[in-house]
């Protein structure tokens, strides 16, 4: 979140769980099969464990997972778990003490770690650990994780920042390319084609194939020709590219339109068709102004 922000608010304007859940399986009946649940921190959503049992059993997702920073996993992965969860990704940029504290501007790694240890425990998996790849600050820190991942039978993700708003930008960018390299070189890593979930990570792994390394690579290596994903943010928007502006707004037509889905399947059509063929991070840094935060991190 931006440095001192403060407005943490549920307005009316977010979509109910019931108008999540019927949008959800108007999706499903046009293909979609998978939904993961992000923010912010969606673990801050009350009575999230209720959604997610709705949207496996009312919605009839196959796959609902959840990208968190871990805090609360402690109080909720069983009962998520137990709802229909079926896996999670935790952020993790750091396992050094004072970095996180930089990092979150709280002292938390203890919890991440907890919150970990109960996905683990909840057989959430496979845990995936997202390190966002930040220039100067813990680009040194990337072989000390892999370690860390592979002892506890975790998968490391590593994510080259985005351009997306101020800290994003003061920070920059890097390419991930030299550490896969060097990483490459000292434990042999070979690239694996064994599905991992749905997404833009492209995997390595160790010669015994025991533990995995994905790379998430925006800047240096798009992956725009083999996406498919779409955003739904809280307010009923759906972003159809991080990196563009193409969006439909649903909420009002959710709304307008209580007992008739064709509308609503019309707009989803309409706009699919407006999913841009690729970004413009390298070409046009300075396109994008919304936080990261806004969109769904």
Same mark, same amino acid.
């Given at each position: 979140?931006? !440095? ?16 999540? #859940? ?10 979609? @099969?998978? #939904?993961? =649940?992000? &923010? ?27 990208? /968190? $920073? ?9 009962? =998520? ?6 896996? !999670? $990704? ?20 203890? *919890? ?13 998996t496979p845990v995936k650990i997202n390190m966002v790849l930040m220039p100067g600050v813990n680009e040194h820190e990337v072989e000390d994780m892999f370690r ?7 998968? =490391? ?7 997306? %708003?101020?800290?994003? @930008?003061?920070? &920059? ?5 030299? +550490?896969?390299?060097?990483?490459? *070189?000292?434990? %042999?890593?070979?690239?694996? /084609? ?10 390595? *792994?160790?010669?015994? %194939? ?15 020709? /083999?996406?498919?994903?779409? @955003?739904?943010? !809280?307010? &009923?928007? +759906?972003?159809?590219?991080?990196? *563009? ?7 009002? =037509?959710?709304?307008? $339109? ?13 706009? +699919? ?8 991070? !390298?070409?046009?840094?300075?396109? +994008? ?9």
């Amino acid at each position: 979140m931006p !440095v001192g922000f403060k407005d943490y608010r549920e307005p009316a304007s977010w979509l109910t769980f019931d108008e999540i #859940v019927r949008l959800m399986t108007l999706l499903q009946r046009s293909g979609t @099969r998978k #939904v993961r =649940l992000t &923010g912010g921190e969606p673990l801050l959503r009350r009575n999230l464990p209720d959604l997610v049992y709705r949207l496996r059993h009312e919605a009839g997702l196959e796959e609902i997972s959840l990208s /968190t $920073n871990g805090l609360r996993l402690p109080k909720l992965a069983k009962s =998520l778990k137990d709802a229909g969860l079926t896996r !999670v $990704n935790i952020s993790l940029d750091s396992l050094d003490k004072d970095k996180i504290r930089q990092i979150t501007g709280r002292d938390v790694l203890g *919890q991440i770690i907890s919150g970990i240890d109960a996905a683990c425990d909840a057989r959430l998996t496979p845990v995936k650990i997202n390190m966002v790849l930040m220039p100067g600050v813990n680009e040194h820190e990337v072989e000390d994780m892999f370690r860390f991942c592979c002892e506890r039978s975790l998968t =490391l993700r590593i994510i080259e920042t985005m351009p997306i %708003g101020d800290t994003a @930008r003061q920070l &920059g960018t890097r390419s991930a390319q030299p +550490i896969l390299e060097a990483l490459r *070189q000292k434990y %042999g890593l070979i690239p694996t /084609t064994q599905s991992m979930g749905p997404g833009p990570a492209r995997y390595w *792994q160790t010669p015994d %194939g025991l533990h995995r390394i994905g790379f998430i690579t925006p800047i240096s290596d798009h992956f725009c020709a /083999t996406c498919n994903r779409i @955003r739904l943010a !809280v307010d &009923g928007t +759906i972003y159809l590219c991080l990196g *563009q502006e193409e969006r439909i707004e649903l909420r009002e =037509l959710l709304r307008a $339109n209580p007992d008739d889905d064709e509308p609503i399947l019309k707009a989803l059509r309409q706009g +699919i068709e407006l999913k841009p063929e690729r970004h413009h991070f !390298v070409e046009q840094p300075e396109k +994008i102004i919304r936080f990261m935060s806004q969109t769904g991190g």
